[in-house]
């Protein structure tokens, strides 16, 4: 079955510098690729949701990239500050099949003032 | 609108007990989703519903755990006879039915089984 891989488990960067998340996935029919933040204590909040047929999407802050070829999805975070330390993960869903999310194991980003 | 919610927020055990834990999706999300989340790991799906019915309960643990969803609206995990491999967070999620739509989770309920 699918299976993700994110990396790096542990990122530290200084305020206002750039994070960098990447996420590697198995299947080729996986189609729909979600990042979601957690912070302690609490649930996932959705950041950012692409479909298979957009390669860059950008929001406030949030670029992601999906590289269909190398099965990569990468998210990056421009000019982070310390609200945006928290543990960030990647899901990718297939567009036939089971609709379970299929998660990343986590990156915990602390940003440092 | 409301998100989803969950209670309750904690939950510590003796080994072999029992517990309960409920969910309200979104109202008019026909689609639940309930995940375990073990410490420092990504969610994992245990069982997912759209309305009453179960759709895959394959990585469910059948002997003691259980799930429904009667009215197609809030649902109940239960855990029947508690081990310390439990602990973790249970996570609901609820979207409306369809391969592209976008899960919504809740807060969690964090179990600690001694």
């Known amino acids: 079955g699918e299976q993700v891989e994110q990396r790096p488990p542990h990122l530290s960067v200084p305020e206002g510098d750039s994070a960098v998340i990447i996420c590697t996935y198995t299947d080729s029919a996986t189609a729909y690729f979600y990042w979601y933040k957690q912070e302690p204590g609490a649930g996932l909040q959705l950041l950012m949701s692409?479909?298979?047929?957009?390669d860059r999407k950008e929001e406030q802050g949030l670029t992601v990239l999906l590289n269909k070829k190398d099965k990569q999805l990468s998210l990056n975070l421009t000019a982070a500050h310390p609200g945006d330390s928290a543990v960030y993960f990647c899901a990718v869903r297939s567009s036939s099949g089971s609709w379970q999310l299929i998660f990343g194991s986590g990156t915990q980003l602390t940003v440092m003032p | 609108e409301a998100g989803v919610t969950q209670s309750p927020r904690y939950a510590v055990l003796q080994e072999g007990q029992a517990v309960s834990f409920w969910c309200d999706p979104i109202?008019?999300?026909?689609?639940l989703y309930w995940y375990q989340q073990p410490r420092d790991q990504g969610p994992q799906l245990l069982v997912y519903f759209r309305d009453e019915a179960v759709i895959d309960n394959s990585q469910l643990p059948s002997d003691r755990f259980s799930a429904v969803r009667p009215k197609g609206t809030n649902s109940t995990l239960k855990i029947q006879s508690a081990k310390q491999g439990d602990t973790a967070t249970y996570l609901c999620?609820?979207?409306?039915?369809?391969?592209?739509?976008?899960?919504?989770f809740g807060p969690g309920t964090r179990l600690l089984v001694l």
């Open positions: 692409v479909f298979s047929n957009v």
């Open positions: 109202s008019g999300h026909d689609t």
């Open positions: 999620a609820s979207s409306f039915w369809g391969a592209q739509d976008t899960q919504y």
